[in-house]
Antibody, heavy 122, light 115 residues
């Protein structure tokens, strides 16, 4: 059974850098084809894809956030980190960690973590 | 103009069918893309439903009922999620997604009300 869990601060101040960790089980990020990504959802709004990292260190980023976002992995710890710089109130959202199955790159996300709600406020 | 456009809401009756559309921006040919569909119920993360590229290239998510199916309307340049035999439990937000220029893009979502 694959599970993912997000952790990190739930409140950050404007201009600060956010670092979230996704800790997963049931698969390995050293397996060919596998990816782990991040998606966010502001309150009452739509999903927004942020970034994804594959087993071979191929990183993909949202063009609109590429300058602020970094995704890294620690295969030995089964963790993927998302770092987002220069946080603003509009970054307030639930952040989800997702698994992309080993079916080839750029495919579906399943399952999703439960999400972590992050608020940006002074 | 957004890459993917979905109607914000749709209502349908129990037992009826609902057709949820996902229109691709002009210049982005739906025939080229695989459309992914997700369902999100209040307070829960989204769940993968299915992907559809063509009748010979599609996949149902694990445990997803066959009442959910995908298709395309080339004339409208749109992907379609068809839900037949609507049940109250199908009331949820539905999001379409494509991979465009090596990045994942979601539509704005459709809130489906079953009443």
């Amino acid at each position: 059974q694959i599970t993912l869990k997000e952790s990190g601060p739930t409140l950050v101040k404007p201009t600060q850098t956010l670092t979230l960790t996704c800790t997963f089980s049931g698969f390995s990020l050293s397996t060919s084809g596998v990816g782990v990504g991040w998606i966010r959802q502001p309150p009452g709004k739509a999903l927004e894809w942020l970034a994804l990292i594959y087993w071979d260190d191929d990183n993909r980023y949202s063009p609109s956030l590429k300058s602020r976002v970094t995704i890294t992995k620690d295969t030995s710890k089964n963790q993927v980190d998302l770092t987002m710089a220069n946080m603003v109130p509009e970054d307030t959202a639930t952040y989800y960690c997702v698994h992309e199955p080993a079916a080839g790159k750029t495919d579906w996300f399943d399952p999703w973590g439960q999400g972590i709600q992050v608020t940006v406020s002074s | 103009q957004a890459v993917l456009t979905q109607p914000s809401s749709l209502s349908a009756s129990p037992g009826a069918s609902a057709s949820l559309t996902c229109t691709l921006r002009s210049g982005i040919n739906v025939g080229t893309y695989t459309i992914y569909w997700y369902q999100q119920k209040p307070g829960s993360p989204p769940q993968y439903l299915l992907r559809y590229k063509s009748d010979s290239n599609n996949q149902q998510g694990s445990g997803v009922p066959s009442r959910f199916s995908g298709s395309k309307d080339a004339s409208a340049n749109a992907g379609i999620l068809l839900i037949s035999g609507l049940q109250s439990e199908d009331e949820a937000d539905y999001y379409c997604m494509i991979w465009y220029s090596s990045a994942s893009v979601f539509g704005g979502g459709t809130k489906l009300t079953v009443l």
